[in-house]
């Protein structure tokens, strides 16, 4: 028997029980997620920039620099030491932390359910998940988070969001389609809105936003 070696096959996004789901978030993508908030009817750009932000899986800051581009502050940390100063903090264990405004962040896909529910009981406005669109399937996460705190909105991109797992790169292509699940405290309990993130990658890379050739990611 031949190995399947399709791209979908190939590219799928499986990791063990114990990884560290290494896989840092491209900053275009954060800054589409901060530019739809700033948009909406009950935030105005002003205001999202005397919020306050956490980011619990701050990885080596590839989303924290572009939330800090919005926001009036961002807390940082995560549960691995990945050497560049963020404090070392497992955010599901021990009490709640203290309430910021919002909550962001692309939490291991194996842990997010939990992730979800710590970050809605802490956050007083609202809470942004970026994951695999294939989280919105199953049966099981049917019955303990969608049919009890749906999100208010599904944020799908139209372009692919390419994640490599441990490096931040330019380069490179994926099989696997992420989208931005949001919780709005204020808006929790109406019907989940489908929405699209439209082409904006050329537009929202900066310079500085990937390590350059040779520099240890």
């Excluded at 529910?117 to 969608?146: K, P």
Aim: hydrophobic share 40%; with cysteine.
């Amino acid at each position: 028997m031949t190995q399947n070696r399709s791209t979908a096959v190939m590219q799928r996004r499986v990791e063990p029980h114990d990884s560290l789901d290494n896989f840092p978030t491209p900053p275009w993508s954060t800054r589409a997620l901060c530019e739809w908030i700033s948009m909406q009817a009950w935030c105005d750009e002003l205001l999202l920039n005397n919020m306050t932000c956490r980011e619990p899986t701050a990885n080596r800051g590839h989303m924290v620099r572009p939330l800090r581009e919005y926001f009036a502050s961002v807390e940082a940390s995560d549960q691995h030491d990945y050497g560049v100063g963020f404090p070392v903090r497992d955010y599901l264990f021990g009490p709640n932390p203290e309430p910021v405004a919002w909550t962001i962040t692309n939490p291991p896909f194996r842990l997010a359910e939990d992730f979800i529910a710590r970050a809605l009981d802490t956050s007083t406005i609202g809470v942004a998940m970026i994951l695999r669109v294939a989280f919105l399937e199953g049966v099981g996460r049917y019955n303990s988070l969608f049919s009890v705190t749906p999100p208010t909105h599904v944020l799908q991109f139209a372009e692919r969001v390419p994640m490599h797992k441990g490096k931040l790169t330019a380069t490179g292509s994926t099989a696997t389609a992420y989208a931005w699940l949001v919780w709005v405290k204020a808006e929790m309990g109406k019907d989940t809105r489908l929405g699209w993130i439209g082409p904006c990658r050329k537009r929202l890379e900066y310079a500085g936003d990937y390590p350059a050739d040779g520099e240890v990611e």
